[in-house]
């Protein structure tokens, strides 16, 4: 054989083994591999929309608490419940709590003292962040 056949076939070789490596290089560095007879990747499928008392925004799951509403204080944008069992809870709120039963959001709440409410809430860390609040009819 001579010197050029030798080289061609080098050549050959090393551009075989670059097209064949390609897919490993390409995985290592996290990119897909540009080769035409790559398959492409398909986007993730959409996922549907969670209901707002099953799961909060973080995954976390929603409680419900029932009770009578004690007070509400629009500085702590906290509000007292006393449970069933005289137990008196706090909640904090948000300006994004719905309120439903009740005129003037959070705040209509104040004048509402002795109703019954039932908060739906979620718990970070020691805080129950109620997302929203429903108070019952007379």
Do not use: C
């Not at 969670?50 to 929603?62: C, I, L």
């Not at 509000?79 to 904090?92: A, F, H, K, P, R």
């Amino acid at each position: 054989m001579t010197t050029r056949g030798i080289v061609a076939m080098i050549a050959s070789l090393a551009f075989v083994s670059v097209i064949s490596l390609q897919p490993v290089i390409a995985a290592q560095a996290g990119q897909q591999p540009s080769s035409p007879q790559a398959p492409t990747a398909k986007p993730p499928a959409p996922q549907p929309p969670s209901t707002p008392s099953a799961q909060s925004q973080s995954g976390q799951k929603s409680e419900t608490a029932k009770g009578e509403l004690r007070s509400v204080d629009p500085v702590k944008k906290t509000l007292t419940l006393s449970t069933e069992g005289g137990q008196q809870q706090t909640y904090q709120y948000t300006d994004t709590t719905k309120v439903t039963g009740a005129q003037g959001g959070v705040e209509g709440l104040a004048t509402m003292s002795g109703r019954q409410v039932t908060v739906t809430f979620n718990t970070k860390g020691a805080d129950r962040v109620v997302t929203m609040i429903e108070v019952a009819p007379k």
